[in-house]
């Protein structure tokens, strides 16, 4: 059974318990209340609503009768009277729009990874033998100076013998000249100062790692040739590490560089790592529809190792916005509506346009103003009461566009005009107008594109000022599954 049926068979049973306690004749059909004794606050012309009469007759402005407005009467064509004994029977909760506080946390599953800010690329200074690999292979870890290769770079025998030779001579400017080429050849200082301290020519040179991490690629062979900047290894320093963490693009603008955060891995039971964000990062995964965020750990002890998974909880900007409760919200699939709380005891179906979502609430950016009051318990019956009297939702674009309501029913075609339309239509139930022919003018022409006389319709009126137009026109389809197709102005 749907959720439609359930709300409206438990709506329903309120609405009989009511009457029944009311009136305990009613189940034995001797009714209290009959229309000639209901109270009459006054007639109307359900298609000219805001003109008034203080007596029966027929309309100055259709050829049919004035519809009397009881006092007891349960909607105003936009929204739905229920009694508050009933609401009191459901439980009934509202909530006021205001604004709030949206901050608070958020809680996401990041991964680690290397810092790539701390990552050393070891390269050929000239061109060399490799005479030697040390015991070392990709995802070791490696102190800082450890020893990677020695490699033999007969170029750099020249330069050292011009060195000690001129060395000899005792001339400053000359040995500074000469200390200066050797550097411009490439000879790391380490080995120009053995070569200052010794007197000996340097030939291997013992490539170390410039830091303690964990070899990501090592790329050199014993007995290769290498060239002038090749690469031989590279290096991933462990002193940091980064936690990347999926973001929704709609919770990006609430987060920012330096934001506490706090992280807890399964690997490390019992503890909670903190840090900052260090950078809310520009791109946004159009799959996912996430934005990365990049945290900083530190990793003192080396136990946090890259590709481990973390539950993060990030401390988002406190900022004010206008929210509701989320339980306030109906989601259709297709729009998002709340029930608004309008004075005794009435109720209107409304779209909104919501934005950021977080613990203490969800935030309003189209469609409520603050001070309004919305259902944030049992609205999905009073949608269904609502649907079930054929009131549509007010659209952001009708509140925009002073407030205007659709009022729909069935009709057919039987002449269209360059700017009107003659329609057989059915009643239009929250107007409490019967079925009956009349023309409507259209509030666009292009309304009118593709359709022909005779074609079934469903169309949605909106009055005004000028008396009922054509807002939507649905095209109905002779097989039940296909779907209708749709016209309605745009905004």
């Known amino acids: 059974m749907s959720?439609?049926?359930?709300?409206?068979?438990l709506l329903a049973s309120f609405m009989a318990s009511a009457a029944l306690a009311a009136d305990p004749h009613a189940a034995h059909g001797n009714s209290a209340a009959t229309k000639a004794e209901r109270e009459v606050l006054y007639w109307y012309d359900p298609m000219y609503p805001q003109q008034k009469f203080d007596k029966p007759g027929k309309s100055p402005f259709m050829d049919m009768d004035l519809v009397p407005r009881y006092a007891d009467e349960g909607g105003d064509g936009a929204s739905v009277r229920i009694d508050p004994s009933i609401t009191q029977n459901l439980g009934m909760r509202l909530a006021t729009v205001e604004r709030m506080a949206l901050g608070g946390e958020l809680d996401v599953v990041g991964t680690l990874q290397f810092n790539a800010r701390d990552l050393a690329v070891v390269q050929a200074r000239a061109e060399g033998f490799v005479e030697r690999i040390y015991p070392h292979a990709p995802e070791d870890v490696i102190a800082a100076g450890e020893p990677l290769v020695d490699l033999l770079v007969p170029a750099w025998s020249a330069p050292q013998q011009e060195y000690l030779a001129l060395r000899g001579l005792g001339e400053a400017e000359l040995l500074s000249a000469a200390?200066?080429?050797?550097?411009?050849?490439?000879?790391?200082?380490?080995?120009?100062?053995?070569?200052?301290?010794?007197?000996?020519?340097?030939?291997?040179?013992?490539?170390?790692?410039?830091?303690?991490?964990?070899?990501?690629?090592?790329?050199?062979?014993?007995?290769?040739?290498?060239?002038?900047?090749?690469?031989?290894?590279?290096?991933?320093?462990?002193?940091?590490?980064?936690?990347?963490?999926?973001?929704?693009?709609?919770?990006?603008?609430?987060?920012?560089?330096?934001?506490?955060?706090?992280?807890?891995?399964?690997?490390?039971?019992?503890?909670?790592?903190?840090?900052?964000?260090?950078?809310?990062?520009?791109?946004?995964?159009?799959?996912?529809?996430?934005?990365?965020?990049?945290?900083?750990?530190?990793?003192?002890?080396?136990?946090?190792?890259?590709?481990?998974?973390?539950?993060?909880?990030?401390?988002?900007?406190?900022?004010?916005?206008?929210?509701?409760?989320?339980?306030?919200?109906?989601?259709?699939?297709?729009?998002?509506?709340?029930?608004?709380a309008e004075d005794d005891g009435r109720f209107r179906p409304l779209e909104v346009k919501l934005g950021r979502e977080t613990r203490q609430g969800v935030e309003v950016l189209a469609g409520l103003k603050a001070g309004q009051r919305v259902v944030r318990s049992g609205q999905f019956l009073i949608d269904s009461e609502a649907s079930l009297r054929g009131i549509l939702a007010q659209s952001l674009e009708e509140s925009a566009s002073h407030g205007q309501t659709l009022h729909e029913a069935e009709a057919s075609i039987l002449a269209i005009e360059e700017n009107s339309l003659l329609l057989d239509h059915g009643p239009f139930e929250s107007l409490n107008m019967p079925g009956m022919i009349m023309g409507f003018p259209l509030a666009d022409s292009a309304l009118k594109q593709g359709l022909q006389v005779g074609d079934k319709v469903r169309v949605g009126v909106s009055l005004g000022d000028a008396g009922p137009t054509l807002m939507q026109i649905d095209k109905l389809s002779q097989d039940p599954h296909a779907e209708h197709e749709n016209r309605q102005v745009q905004p």
Request: glycine share 6%; charged share 25%; no cysteine.
């Open 179 to 340: 200390r200066q080429r050797l550097r411009l050849a490439g000879l790391p200082a380490e080995m120009i100062a053995q070569l200052e301290k010794t007197g000996r020519l340097q030939s291997v040179w013992t490539v170390r790692s410039p830091l303690a991490g964990v070899i990501e690629t090592l790329e050199v062979r014993e007995g290769m040739t290498l060239s002038a900047g090749q690469t031989l290894a590279r290096i991933n320093a462990l002193a940091s590490v980064w936690l990347e963490v999926a973001v929704p693009e709609a919770e990006a603008s609430t987060l920012a560089s330096g934001q506490a955060v706090t992280a807890r891995l399964a690997a490390l039971p019992g503890r909670v790592l903190e840090g900052k964000i260090a950078a809310v990062l520009p791109q946004a995964n159009q799959d996912s529809r996430t934005v990365r965020v990049r945290v900083e750990l530190a990793n003192p002890e080396r136990q946090l190792r890259p590709g481990m998974t973390a539950q993060v909880r990030l401390r988002r900007d406190e900022g004010e916005a206008l929210a509701i409760p989320s339980e306030a919200v109906i989601r259709t699939g297709r729009r998002t509506l709340v029930m608004l």
């Open 3 to 9: 959720l439609n049926r359930i709300a409206l068979a």
